[in-house]
Nanobody, 121 residues
């Protein structure tokens, strides 16, 4: 069984920084693509950033130059460093990891529980 644990959310003033982490544990053979999404009430879920197993990254236009996604394959962990935060970055952030289960050898998408990020003006 695989579990994801997110951490790092909170309240910060505009211009500040936060670092989110999402760690997977359990029977994991290999980690594939990883990503961070965010959602606010009444809006569609938005892909914030993604990173492939080879380290190629992709960002939403709204966060380019401010956010950095990274990963530690040995720890099956993905990070999101968020700098120069704006009030419009306020949302629940959830990680999404494609992991190959050691038990089934199948690649499956797993989701974190979500962490609230609130940016005050």
């Amino acid at each position: 069984q695989v579990q994801l644990v997110e951490s790092g959310g909170g309240l910060v003033q505009a211009g500040g920084s936060l670092r989110l982490s999402c760690a997977a544990s359990g029977s994991i053979f290999r980690s594939n693509a990883m990503a961070w999404y965010r959602q606010t009430p009444g809006k569609q879920r938005e892909l914030v950033a993604s990173i492939t197993s080879g380290g190629n990254t992709n960002y939403a236009d709204s966060v380019k130059g401010r956010f950095t996604i990274s990963r530690d394959n040995a720890k099956n962990t993905v990070y999101l460093q968020m700098n120069s935060l704006k009030p419009e970055d306020t949302a629940v952030y959830r990680c999404n990891l494609w992991l190959v289960s050691g038990a089934t050898m199948l690649s499956t998408a797993y989701w974190g529980q979500g962490t609230q990020v609130t940016v005050s003006p």
